[in-house]
């Protein structure tokens, strides 16, 4: 499983920027994707995630993402994405996208996720 993340940048805040998380259509199809964001001096944090396509595909989000950031893939396009909008100081972190088997109520923990993207840095200025 290769996963490789991309699309962050500095933005001023309440711009929005889309993250691409590039991987085969199998791994799309067969895991859950996750979003996790690491700002210096703290622990991974999950974003957002997306189940896999047997598990309905069903979105979940951290409180902090719910109504500004969308996860999404595209199978024809091999990939997953996280819209995030209306940005924050805040939300200044690298992101990483995740590819895991686990069960729904495990998608939240990055201790899950078997295998990572190798990270994009958004960060947003006030």
């Known amino acids: 499983v290769q996963l490789q993340a991309s699309g962050g940048g500095l933005v001023q805040a309440g711009a929005s920027l889309r993250l691409s998380c590039a991987a085969s259509e199998d791994t799309l199809r067969n895991y859950a994707i996750g979003w996790f964001r690491q700002a210096p001096g703290k622990d991974r944090e999950f974003i957002a995630a997306i189940s896999r396509s047997r598990s309905g595909g069903a979105q979940y989000y951290a409180d902090s993402a719910k109504g500004r950031f969308t996860v999404s893939r595209d199978y024809a396009k091999a990939a997953a994405y996280l819209q995030m909008n209306s940005l924050k100081p805040e939300d200044t972190a690298t992101y990483y996208c995740?590819?895991?088997?686990?069960?729904?109520?495990?998608?939240?923990?990055?201790?899950?996720?078997?295998?990572w993207g190798q990270g994009t840095l958004v960060t947003v200025s006030s």
């Open positions: 995740g590819a895991s088997r686990v069960a729904l109520s495990g998608i939240r923990r990055a201790d899950n996720y078997a295998h």
